[in-house]
T-cell receptor
Framework: NAGVTQTPKFRILKIGQSMTLQCTQD?????MYWYRQDPGMGLKLIYY???????DKGEVPNGYNVSRSTTEDFPLRLELAAPSQTSVYFC?????????????FGPGTRLTVT | QQQVKQSPQSLIVQKGGISIINCAYE??????FPWYQQFPGKGPALLIA?????SEKKEGRFTISFNKSAKQFSLHIMDSQPGDSATYFC????????????FGKGTTLSVSS
């Protein structure tokens, strides 16, 4: 049971390039989330999904897109990278029960846009 | 508008001492208050969490104290150890699966030996 895995671990992009951050979970969790973490700012929600085919915006969705075609995968797409998207990105997942709200986080992807 | 305010930003504690981190929230609809621990290069991991129907929860050396009327909660780490050196985040949510966690800005704890 690997939990939540993310690839790549590190990436450097040039302004205007695009890329996809991959996230996979093997816990059969319905709910998945993408957060970004900036120094001294905590984590902020970008997008989330309550199940395959269903996604919704979080607090900071501009410049990002997501899709959820399977329960396991929740990729995050950056179409036109900007320096403001330099950050550490975390994917998380949680179960679908009324009392199970713990979110399990992946190891993160450190992205630099120059 | 910052919905969850965390203090202090950094904390240095002697080995064996008590570490205390405080958080305050604004939204009275929040009913789930977790603390996450993050080591460098790793993702956050749930440390301990509380619901507002209790005023205190203890798990080993870690205790959450919760004051619903003041809209404040705190993390106490007893007998702090060098291995506790990490960044700690408080968070809050409406307590239902699928709802977002609203995080504080984090506290970097350093326990000196």
């Amino acid at each position: 049971n690997a939990g939540v895995t993310q690839t790549p671990k590190f990436r450097i992009l040039k302004i205007g390039q695009s890329m996809t951050l991959q996230c996979t979970q093997d816990m059969n969790h319905n709910y998945m989330y993408w957060y970004r973490q900036d120094p001294g700012m905590g984590l902020k929600l970008i997008y989330y999904s309550v199940g395959a085919g269903i996604t919704d915006k979080g607090e900071v969705p501009n410049g990002y897109n997501v899709s959820r075609s399977t329960t396991e995968d929740f990729p995050l797409r950056l179409e036109l990278a900007a320096p403001s998207q330099t950050s550490v990105y975390f994917c998380a997942s949680s179960r679908r029960t009324s009392d199970a709200v713990e979110q399990y986080f992946g190891p993160g992807t450190r992205l630099t846009v120059t | 508008q910052q919905q969850v305010k965390q203090s202090p930003q950094s904390l240095i504690v002697q080995k064996g001492g008590i570490s205390i981190i405080n958080c305050a929230y604004e939204n009275t609809a929040f009913d789930y208050f977790p603390w996450y621990q993050q080591f460098p290069g790793k993702g956050p991991a749930l440390l301990i969490a509380i619901r507002p129907d209790v005023s205190e929860k203890k798990e080993g050396r870690f205790t959450i104290s919760f004051n619903k009327s003041a809209k404040q909660f705190s993390l106490h780490i007893m007998d702090s150890q060098p291995g506790d050196s990490a960044t700690y985040f408080c968070a809050a949510s409406k307590g239902q699966a699928g709802t977002a966690l609203i995080f504080g800005k984090g506290t970097t704890l350093s326990v000196s030996s």
